[in-house]
Antibody
Framework: QLQLQESGPGLVKPSETLSLTCTVS??????????WGWIRQPPGKGLEWIGS???????YYNPSLKSRVTISVDTSKNQFSLKLSSVTAADTAVYYC????????????WGQGTLVTVSS | QSVLTQPPSASGTPGQRVTISCSGS????????VNWYQQLPGTAPKLLIY???QRPSGVPDRFSGSKSGTSASLAISGLQSEDEADYYC?????????FGTGTKVTVL
């Protein structure tokens, strides 16, 4: 049973870069069995897919965020990370790390989520 | 950026049947399978239905899903107080993962 846990600053200043890490337990991030991704949810609003990464390093991003997003994997720490640059108040949201068993498979495992607020 | 449309709210009394619709297009629901997620207050979403109508282990059989053309539905039979939550549909739209606008289910 995979377990995911997000970590990172809860407050980021406008124009800076948001950085979050997801620590995976109960499975290897190098496994070909999983895709790893990020989904966010602004307060009181719906879900937005940010992007996904495969163990090989192949990445897939939401076109609306693609110019500002980087998702990467650190196999030595069994972690994957999210970087979102040039943030504004519109990026304030709960950020979830997720995992699925295939590219078109549903997100079966979710972290508890972490609230990131963009404010000066 | 939700491209799947759901009613904002639905309600019912305990024991009743509640149905939630999810409307999309030929590029998402019309071409790919639909998943449903349940989000209890203050918690992360949980996979409720995958591949249109399949329940993960542990999901009660009073939850059921269906799909027809470019629309999908989630039905909750025998509504219980613990079903009060937000529900989201999801599908792939080419290489973009899209979610529904969400439906808040209230148990009266």
């Amino acid at each position: 049973q995979l377990q995911l846990q997000e970590s990172g600053p809860g407050l980021v200043k406008p124009s800076e870069t948001l950085s979050l890490t997801c620590t995976v337990s109960g499975g290897s991030i190098s496994s070909s069995s999983y895709y790893w991704g990020w989904i966010r949810q602004p307060p009181g609003k719906g879900l937005e897919w940010i992007g996904s990464i495969y163990y090989s390093g192949s990445t897939y991003y939401n076109p609306s965020l693609k110019s500002r997003v980087t998702i990467s994997v650190d196999t030595s720490k069994n972690q994957f990370s999210l970087k979102l640059s040039s943030v504004t108040a519109a990026d304030t949201a709960v950020y979830y790390c997720v995992s699925s068993s295939g590219w078109y498979a549903p997100e079966r495992y979710w972290g508890q989520g972490t609230l990131v607020t963009v404010s000066s | 950026q939700s491209v799947l449309t759901q009613p904002p709210s639905a309600s019912g009394t305990p024991g009743q049947r509640v149905t939630i619709s999810c409307s999309g297009s030929s590029s998402n629901i019309g071409s790919n399978t639909v998943n449903w997620y349940q989000q209890l207050p203050g918690t992360a979403p949980k996979l409720l239905i995958y591949s249109n109508n399949q329940r993960p282990s542990g999901v009660p059989d009073r939850f059921s899903g269906s799909k027809s053309g470019t629309s999908a539905s989630l039905a909750i039979s025998g509504l219980q107080s613990e079903d009060e939550a937000d529900y989201y549909c999801a599908a792939w739209d080419d290489s973009l993962r899209v979610f529904g606008t969400g439906t808040k289910v209230t148990v009266l």
